[in-house]
């Protein structure tokens, strides 16, 4: 028995490693103080936590591999997922685990944005190698701490976002009356607001009457969005699979190009998902039944637009001072010839 009563006291005695091992005595007021010391003493004895773990050499590209076999192929974008990964190991000169640690990443990351590389890029890069860490300590297949956990990712970088006014919107809608399916295309991104691969990728199956039911979305969430019965009867298909034949991506830029849009890099065709959030939001749209419709997975991607709104902070017009001594008649009526910088 290592715990018993002496006195008004309880006495821990105990020699985990047997009759000639180290001896532990302890006197205690409570009894339940005195039943933790000896789990304690038990549990840090037996862990032999003094002689540490084993020096993981694996390189990273051996976790990789594993990584992709438990859960990296299983990813919606999972091609895309690996190159990211591979790409940090190449350019890391694909190191042996033991040497992977924040001071390393960080190094790196400074590296690339001294090449020009956005801070945001590099961001999503961490996270993706970030992963691969995460994954493999649930799985069992990496017992060290995660290298990454202590590491301060870059500052994000706020994107310029812009949009289509309503003119230039019926100019591109006037340019592809001739081009039935990409016009189709961007009638759909500009009544749903839907991210161009969830479009170019929909089914006849995805159609119920005045209703689009997006399954390819960004988070893997399905999400349905009404349409209009003009749309739905112009984009219904005489028969089964792809509403598509191709990815007219690359033609599109061209035609933005064309028409004159001083669109900023990287939105040549997100501009469409874009131009439909702000419209929506500048006659009078919900917030809230924006996120659902663009399927954004916290409120806060969605707030980007909330300046937008017809009376975002109009009270800073009517409640401040000068206003008060004046009282001069405002006009705060919604142009949507207008840009407003996003």
Not at 121 to 137: A, E, G, K, M, P
Not at 167 to 173: E, V
Not at 295 to 321: E, R
Request: proline share 5%; aromatic share 8%.
């Amino acid at each position: 028995m290592s715990i018993k009563k002496d006195g008004e006291k309880w006495l821990v005695d105990l020699r985990p490693s047997g009759r000639n091992g180290k001896r532990f005595r302890r006197k205690f007021d409570k009894k339940a103080e005195a039943l933790a010391y000896e789990k304690h003493i038990l549990s840090t004895h037996h862990n032999k936590e003094w002689l540490g773990l084993p020096v993981d050499k694996r390189r990273l590209s051996e976790l990789i591999d594993i990584w992709w076999i438990k859960s990296g192929q299983l990813k919606r974008t999972a091609t895309n997922y690996r190159k990211k990964v591979e790409l940090i190991c190449r350019e890391l000169g694909d190191p042996t685990v033991n040497n992977i640690d924040a001071a390393l990443i960080s190094n790196w990351q400074l590296e690339r944005m001294a090449r020009g590389h956005k801070a945001n890029t590099v961001r999503r890069l961490t996270s993706c190698l970030s992963n691969v860490f995460s994954v493999l300590i649930e799985t069992g297949d990496f017992t060290g701490a995660h290298p990454l956990k202590d590491l301060k990712q870059p500052a994000p970088e706020k994107s310029e976002m812009t949009y289509l006014t309503l003119k230039q919107t019926q100019d591109l809608l006037d340019y592809l009356k001739n081009d039935w399916e990409l016009l189709k295309i961007v009638e759909i991104s500009l009544a749903t607001g839907s991210r161009w691969r969830e479009t170019i990728t929909l089914k006849s199956s995805n159609l119920s009457p005045y209703r689009i039911r997006f399954t390819n979305t960004k988070t893997g969430k399905p999400r349905t969005v009404p349409i209009s019965k003009q749309l739905y009867d112009d984009i219904y298909p005489e028969s089964g699979g792809n509403l598509f034949s191709e990815d007219p991506q690359v033609r599109l830029g061209k035609i933005f190009t064309k028409l004159g849009f001083d669109l900023p890099k990287g939105q040549k065709v997100h501009v469409l998902r874009h131009t439909f959030a702000s419209h929506f939001v500048m006659n009078g749209g919900d917030i809230l039944t924006l996120k659902e419709i663009l399927g954004h997975a916290s409120i806060n991607q969605t707030m980007t637009y909330a300046h937008l709104a017809p009376d975002h902070l109009i009270d800073a017009v009517k409640l401040n001072p000068l206003n008060k001594l004046r009282d001069p008649q405002n006009d705060h009526t919604y142009d949507p010839e207008r840009p407003i910088a996003i």
